[in-house]
């Protein structure tokens, strides 16, 4: 698989694997050792770059990857994040990047990882109580003391990005960007080209709409995400079916799949955007890899971004919007 650039020199596969949705967030989690395959199937074929963090479970995610990987030190890239508060039994409760508790996140993430040093640490969401320049000072005492190696920030807005990257190089931004998700286009995209970093898109398949494997029918578990999410809602999907069709028509004249179309759009995009699709399944990762030396044609972008400036419906519930950051 080809190779990117995250930032400052952090090389990773052009496409990764977002680890999440093996046991947290999509229902009931998958066979364990079906997971510990999976991504031994993804460092085979080529994937480098794997994505988790203390929260999703919280804390079985992050243990998960660190056996999966356990053969595989110093061949791929390990992704976690810090900055939710987690109560005693298990449960979130609001956000919390205090300089003290990113140090005691970044030694539990290690020993659950089962390695010496995170190769990227993200703020998984801003903290409006500490200041950005405290989280980014608190990282680069990690990064000195050799316990990370690359700090990232997750869903942060332009303005905060600046001031992080001002105490300390910002490597990468992990945010939602995709076909029905494009905002980041508006001030994100031209931060990061000036600041030189890089940019990882998570949910780049619409969290599964974009695969065309979905209709307004559709239902989800209630363990599922997505059955809280605007845009999963009946009305929101039947009006953004008009998105999926044309993806699926680009896809039949290509030859291809919807889901290589939309990775492959994402990519053309700047050479220092690495999506990380997730998946539970070998054939969904071998068909997302396959996205990944699909070219799009002049006509196919034009066909595909006429259609997706029409996308409705919100994409998180007030609430969850409102942990985005400025």
């Known amino acids: 698989m080809q190779k990117r650039t995250l930032g400052n020199g952090l ?69 976690t994040k810090f900055g939710f508060r987690i109560g005693a039994t298990g449960a979130q409760s609001g956000v919390d990047s205090r300089p003290e508790h990113i140090r005691e996140v970044a030694e539990a993430s290690l020993k659950r ?16 109580a500490v200041p950005i320049e405290d989280v980014a000072g608190a ?12 700090f990232g920030m997750s869903e942060a807005g332009a303005q905060t990005i600046r001031r992080a990257h001002a105490v300390q190089p910002v490597t990468a931004l992990q945010s939602e960007y995709s076909l029905w998700w494009r905002q980041p286009e508006r001030e994100i995209l031209p931060t990061l080209e000036e600041l030189g970093i890089g940019f990882v898109p998570y949910s780049p398949l619409g969290r599964g709409f974009l695969t065309g494997k979905m209709a307004a ?48 759009w994402l990519l053309a995009q700047k050479s220092w955007i690495v999506p ?14 396959g996205g990944a030396s699909l070219t799009l044609t002049p006509e196919d972008l034009r066909d595909i ?22």
């Open 11 to 79: 090389e990773v596969s052009a496409l990764g694997l977002g680890c999440m949705g093996m046991n947290h967030g999509y229902g009931k989690p998958a066979d364990r050792q079906e997971m510990i395959r999976l991504m031994h199937a993804a460092v085979e074929r080529g994937v480098t770059l794997f994505d988790t963090a203390e929260v999703y479970g919280p804390y079985i995610n992050e243990e998960l990857v660190g056996e999966g990987l356990a053969p595989f030190r110093g061949r791929v890239v390990i992704a």
């Open 305 to 326: 971004d006429e259609v997706a400036a029409k996308v409705q419906g919100e994409r998180y519930p007030e609430q969850l919007e409102r942990m985005t950051g400025r």
């Open 113 to 128: 990882l089962r390695i010496e040093t995170i190769d990227l640490f993200y703020q998984h969401r801003v903290d409006p």
């Open 276 to 289: 990380i699709p997730g998946t539970t399944k070998l054939s969904r990762l071998e068909e997302n890899i």
């Open 217 to 264: 029918t559709t239902t989800f578990d209630k363990a599922d995400f997505r059955a809280n999410l605007p845009r999963f809602q009946p009305e929101a999907m039947a009006a953004n079916q008009a998105l999926v069709n044309m993806v699926g028509a680009i896809a039949a004249r290509r030859q291809t799949t919807p889901a290589r179309i939309a990775l492959a």
């Open 139 to 150: 990282v680069m005492d990690l990064i000195r003391a050799g316990k990370v190696r690359y």
